[in-house]
């Protein structure tokens, strides 16, 4: 059986519905990015959102990922840092419980949580605190944690940490893995883009990347970025919002289209995605399959609230994947 790593930021998302975008404004967080806070800017957020509708689900972009592949019978496992905590026990929980082996360094700090604001027209802002997450480094990672896994999926968040990536990207190609990474965020693109593209020439088979995260790696539009990002490495997907997405693979191109849904919040649709793609590649599949499975995941979380989608929800995936 095929078995997927994931490695990322071990978060839990306080997912924040806001009535207007004001807020975002007041809190100094550029609407659709994510944004690094301190302590101090994570308990005066707690203060402003008084009164709002607030919930909780463990989160990060590489989990999210890990937790859809695990939801549809992939073998995983997650390397990530959290605190001794309840936020911490909470994530953890959440893994056990979805039959994902933890690979967890536990510290002495605040487990970290990202503050998930989501505007009236489903965009979502970012202001995350790292905290225990922001310790996992170089020092973590070892051979015997790669050895058993087929794919390494991470997240382009942890960019910022090159002396991890790199140690990351080295020890899966070392132990025969295929790399699959997230871009993540147009900001984190546009901040470590000589790194990255170094990282993708050397290392990485697999690339998501949305439009934004695209052009700020590329400074092209979509279609041309593809072109550009697909002679790095062996696989580039470009995804286009209400477009679908665009899939290139040597000579081989394709654009896959969504699902009609109604959208509630776009929390974690690249990262279901990318659960939908490699769990395809995981089965041998070819990219059409590839691209319409994850289409249908990213489809099904945007129709709630958060990364999550619901027990029915996955019953009702599990029979349309009969029919591909």
């Known amino acids: 059986m095929t078995k997927v790593l994931g490695i990322g930021n071990a978060l839990v998302d306080l997912l924040i519905q806001i009535e207007d975008d004001k ?15 301190d302590a101090n800017t994570k308990d005066h957020i707690a203060r402003m959102i008084t009164g709002l509708n607030t919930s909780m689900a463990s989160g990060g972009s590489a989990a999210n990922t890990i937790h859809g592949l695990a939801r549809l019978g992939t073998a995983t496992a997650f ?58 480094n170089a020092g973590h990672l070892s051979d015997v944690q790669f050895k058993p896994y087929d794919y390494l999926h991470i997240e382009g968040y942890l960019v910022q940490n090159h002396e991890l990536i ?30 990255l593209k170094e990282m993708l020439a050397k290392y990485v088979d697999i690339v998501f990347a949305n439009e934004e ?26 995804k286009v919002g209400k477009e679908g997405s665009f899939i290139k693979s040597g000579n081989e191109k394709l654009k896959v289209g969504i699902i009609d849904t109604t959208v509630v919040d776009t929390t974690g649709a690249g990262d279901l995605y990318a659960s939908g793609f490699l769990h395809g590649l995981a089965q041998n599949k070819g990219f059409e399959y590839c691209g319409k499975l994850g289409a249908l995941l990213a489809g099904t979380v945007i129709q709630n609230i958060g990364a999550k989608i ?8 599990i029979k349309k994947i009969e029919d591909f």
């Open 23 to 37: 807020l975002l404004d007041d809190l100094k967080l550029p609407k659709g990015s994510m944004q690094l806070v």
């Open 79 to 136: 390397i990530g840092t959290v605190g001794k905590d309840e936020i911490g026990d909470y994530f953890i929980n959440d893994l056990e419980n979805s039959n994902i082996k933890p690979l967890l360094n536990i510290s002495e700090n605040p487990s970290g949580l990202a503050s998930t604001f989501i505007s009236k027209d489903s965009e979502r802002t970012f202001g995350t605190f790292l905290g225990a997450a922001l310790e996992l």
């Open 166 to 195: 790199e140690k990351a990207l080295k020890l899966a190609k070392a132990n025969g893995l295929k790399v699959s990474l997230d871009l993540a965020s147009y900001n984190v693109v546009e901040d470590n883009l000589d790194f």
């Open 213 to 238: 995260e695209a052009k700020a790696f590329t400074g092209k539009e979509p279609e041309d970025a593809l072109e550009e990002i697909s002679g790095m490495v062996e696989i580039a997907v470009v």
């Open 310 to 317: 619901s027990e029915e929800n996955w019953d009702i995936i």
